[in-house]
């Protein structure tokens, strides 16, 4: 995920993102391209700022900035819109700093900034890793949502065996650092959260094997 | 003047403190510029930048020089400001691209600078005398000689606020501030935060330099030693402004860092009067920022005290309140002090 957004540089290989080399491009040039949202719900929003002020550099993402007025009356009524979406009743709470947001709030605004510049790809860190079940059930059934709405591409990295199945339609399953599972749909529709457990313990079942023979023990 | 003395608890207030007062208010208000510049890096951008103890001097040692040298107060002063814009450039390039720590970086930089001072003056000390400035100008174009350094100073502090409160309010301005929020958020958002940071130390930095200047035409000399503990009094500024207003807005908050300057000047005028010598100012003005900064750490210890102790003595409500109460008295009376400590 850090290689991709381009927080810190690559030993080898290239990174292409819409059929542009992004390899050498430091982060805040990517950021056009790319949307984030991170596990930490006070990583994606500036808290000391209000919910427009954090909307209106979200709506900026990746474009010059100028000495042009930060919130605008118009930009105003489209934060409304947006928000009203997230159902949570921000739309009235504009002008209160965001440290005043729970993280469940904060995390839905967190996902509205990452999308409303509708990047060419979205990478949801385990944003919902330290939500409480509800609201993480919540935040993911919104990324579902705001995802199908603008069509974008989205990669998701999730420890739960269930959401790597029931959200998008593609589940890579890395084990240290390689690829040991890539089903699309529809086979993917198919599978179970065991049929993924199986799997796992069959790749690692092989490693352990191996590294008794390496080890010769 | 009844009134000023029955505010300030003094008594017989004689028109030679009266004058002494205004002279306070006027200094504060000069030195509310410098201020605003401790509020851009200290505050905003979450910056500790010690530069200011070096830029403060050489917005002074350069408009001393060149009015000097007979060079007209308007460009003297205009010259001074650029410098410390450079003088902030020099910390920020320091910092971002060399990767020296902000703190190091500034202390760097003003240690350079004191013998670039000592270049531009080519001596420690300048004196003004007889010599056009900025003030006298203006009571050459008809400004009452009594008021002429209030009003050009209460006007000019008032234009630079309000032209920093727009600025810190446009698309550059937002991310400006979330460069000292959350740096990570609004580079992924495609800021250049180094070039944030490089921005906000010039911009402050000019902001301290253009105060030196102006510190200097209006008590006639500079002095490479007039910046010494400068970034402690600007830091006290902002404080005591934060304390007088909990500001909640860009436009408080500068306009407490302005009011936190008056305040200051007018505690040092008290301190004096009281017997404090001039040469253990610093260490007050030092102890008020470390009461002030240390003030949360110990209010919240202090919390966590009681409910221990209302806890162990089984929770009774009786205890339980009294011990609050007694927390919240010395809260107060903890208030209390750090506000009249100065005086």
Not at chain 1, 20 to 45: H, I, N
Not at chain 2, 1 to 21: E, H, I, P, R, T
Not at chain 2, 151 to 177: Q, V
Not at chain 2, 281 to 304: D, E, F, H, M, Q
Request: hydrophobic share 50%; aromatic share 6%; net charge positive.
């Amino acid at each position: 995920m850090n290689a991709i957004a381009g927080t810190f540089p690559v030993d080898m290989g290239i990174i292409k993102i819409d059929g542009r080399d992004v390899t050498r491009l430091p982060e805040y040039a990517r950021a056009a391209l790319v949307g984030r949202v991170f596990q930490d719900p006070l990583q994606g929003t500036a808290a000391s700022m209000t919910i427009e002020e954090n909307l209106a550099m979200a709506f900026k993402r990746g474009v010059r900035r100028g000495l042009g007025r930060g919130v605008t009356a118009i930009q105003r009524k489209s934060f409304k819109s947006y928000l009203e979406v997230l159902g949570l009743g921000l739309e009235s709470r504009l002008g209160d700093p965001v440290r005043l947001l729970s993280g469940g709030e904060r995390q839905a605004l967190t996902l509205l900034m990452a999308t409303v510049a509708k990047p060419k790809l979205l990478l949801l860190d385990e944003h919902t890793a330290s939500l409480d079940p509800r609201t993480a059930e919540q935040i993911l059934a919104l990324t579902d949502r705001i995802v199908r709405h603008y069509n974008l591409t989205a990669l998701m990295v999730t420890h739960n065996l269930r959401y790597s199945l029931a959200m998008g339609t593609r589940t890579i399953m890395m084990h240290e650092g390689e690829i040991i599972l890539d089903v699309a749909n529809p086979a993917r529709a198919r599978m179970s959260v065991e049929d993924l457990l199986d799997q796992f313990a069959r790749v690692r079942g092989e490693r352990l094997a191996d590294d008794r023979i390496l080890l010769e023990l | 003047m009844c009134v000023l003395s029955s505010l300030f608890g003094c008594k017989g207030v004689d028109l030679m403190s009266l004058f002494a007062l205004a002279g306070s208010l006027e200094q504060g208000l000069a030195f509310g510029i410098m201020a605003l510049g401790v509020y851009l890096t200290f505050r905003v951008l979450d910056f500790p930048d010690l530069t200011v103890d070096g830029s403060f001097p050489l917005g002074g040692a350069i408009a001393a020089t060149m009015i000097f040298s007979g060079y007209n107060p308007v460009l003297a002063t205009l010259v001074a400001l650029l410098a410390g814009f450079i003088a902030g450039g020099v910390t920020g390039l320091l910092n971002t691209k060399l990767k020296i720590s902000g703190l190091l970086a500034g202390i760097l930089t003003m240690t350079a600078l004191y013998s670039v001072n000592l270049r531009i003056m080519g001596r420690p000390n300048i004196p003004l005398l007889r010599r056009d400035t900025l003030i006298t100008m203006l009571e050459h174009a008809g400004l009452p000689r009594a008021f002429v350094a209030l009003i050009a100073f209460l006007a000019l502090t008032i234009i630079l606020k309000l032209l920093l409160d727009w600025f810190l309010s446009t698309e550059i301005g937002l991310a400006l501030r979330a460069t000292g929020d959350n740096e990570a958020m609004i580079r992924s958002l495609g800021v250049d935060t180094d070039a944030m940071k490089l921005l906000g130390l010039c911009l402050s930095n000019g902001l301290v330099a253009l105060s030196g200047a102006l510190i200097a035409q209006y008590q006639g000399f500079a002095d490479v030693g007039m910046g010494v503990g400068m970034i402690v009094t600007g830091l006290a500024s902002v404080i005591i402004g934060t304390v007088l207003l909990a500001p909640r807005s860009i436009g408080a908050a500068t306009l407490g860092a302005i009011l936190g300057s008056v305040v200051y000047r007018f505690a040092v005028f008290f301190a004096l009067r009281a017997g404090f010598a001039p040469t253990d100012l610093k260490i007050v003005t030092a102890g008020l920022v470390v009461v002030a900064l240390a003030a949360p750490t110990l209010r919240s210890r202090a919390n966590t005290r009681v409910a221990v102790r209302s806890l162990l003595n089984g929770g009774g409500s009786g205890n339980g309140n009294a011990g609050n109460q007694g927390t919240v008295q010395g809260i107060q009376s903890g208030h209390q002090e750090r506000q009249g400590c100065p005086e």
